[in-house]
């Protein structure tokens, strides 16, 4: 498996324009009291310093934590997850842009590299990052468009685990709380959102698992009322067909793809098109022909 941490850091650049508050560059000495605020006792063990910068270390200090996360599991994953981890979960609760990005990132690394040897750390790390994906708060973030960056920084390292699960991790920690992500009631991004993570995780279970748990959710999401929901979910509909197959696919999916084609909205259409192209390959000539 090949995860790509670059990926999700494709906006990377746009920080400038979304996090960096401007500040006057202080070239005289720092005062007596901002060195004692940097200072850390030096016999202090790394999860120990981690724990106390956390607590209480500047916003830099925090966030080299956060950097240095992998590090930390490596060296010492039992006390990182038992007394580091539950920290930087409380700091990410009120954490800016820049911090958000860098956890999203070190998670995502501490997945690449097989890091998490039990069930509870698992847990652990799935929790934080399904609680970021839907954490909305709105005086976080200076603007919307700092909250996207976010979401979908989160988002990417989410897909990313899917990866590196066994099936019955994602459906126990991640399908089950599908369900209730996916209504209407739910915020446009957490249904949108949905919809990826329906077409990621369709590819790691059997035809019939995606037929009974998948199907009606996938539906429900294909009859959204905003057309961003519609056209997110006809290009998943792809990976949903060849989890099932072609028959279910002529029988299930195509009834729908052929719905949206006529859908009121041009990007939805569009997608509709496109998806239908790509699976024209799954299908004999006759069924080409009637399609």
């Known amino acids: 498996m090949t995860l790509n941490p670059a990926g999700l850091f494709g906006q990377i650049d746009d920080l400038q324009d979304l996090a960096i508050i401007e500040r006057p560059v202080r070239r005289s000495l720092k005062t007596a ?3 004692e605020k940097l200072t850390v006792d030096e016999d202090l063990n790394d999860v120990e310093r981690a724990v106390y910068l956390l607590s209480s270390g500047q916003d830099i200090q925090r966030a080299s934590v956060v950097i240095n996360l992998p590090n930390l599991v490596r060296q010492n994953p039992a006390e990182t997850f038992r007394r580091v981890v539950p920290k930087v979960r ?3 609760h ?4 820049e911090m958000q990005l860098a956890a999203a990132g070190s998670f995502l690394t501490i997945l690449q590299d097989d890091l998490i040897l ?3 750390h698992t847990h652990s790390i799935l929790q934080i990052i399904l609680l970021n994906l839907d954490h909305r708060d709105a005086g976080q973030f200076r603007n919307e468009r700092s909250a996207a960056v976010v979401s979908n920084a989160w988002l ?3 897909l990313s685990a899917i990866d590196a699960l066994p099936k019955e991790t994602i459906r126990q920690e991640i399908l089950n709380p599908l369900v209730s992500k996916a209504q209407l009631s739910q915020s446009l991004q957490s249904r949108l959102a949905s919809c990826r ?3 990621k995780v369709a590819g790691k279970f059997e035809s019939q698992i995606v037929k009974k ?3 009606p959710l996938v539906r429900s999401l294909c009859q959204d009322v905003e057309y961003e929901v519609r056209s997110c979910m006809c290009r998943q509909l792809e990976n949903i067909a060849r989890g099932i197959g072609p028959d279910h ?3 299930v999916v195509l009834p729908e793809l052929m719905e949206l084609a006529r859908d009121e909205g041009s990007t939805v259409r569009l997608a509709a098109f496109d998806t239908i192209v790509n699976l024209l390959e799954m299908f004999d000539s006759d069924d080409r022909t009637r399609i």
């Open 33 to 35: 009291e901002e060195i």
């Open 90 to 92: 409380e700091v990410l």
């Open 94 to 97: 009120v954490a800016g842009v």
């Open 118 to 120: 039990i069930q509870t």
């Open 156 to 158: 990417e390292t989410l």
């Open 197 to 199: 993570i329906l077409g």
């Open 213 to 215: 748990d998948l199907l």
């Open 249 to 251: 696919t002529k029988a």
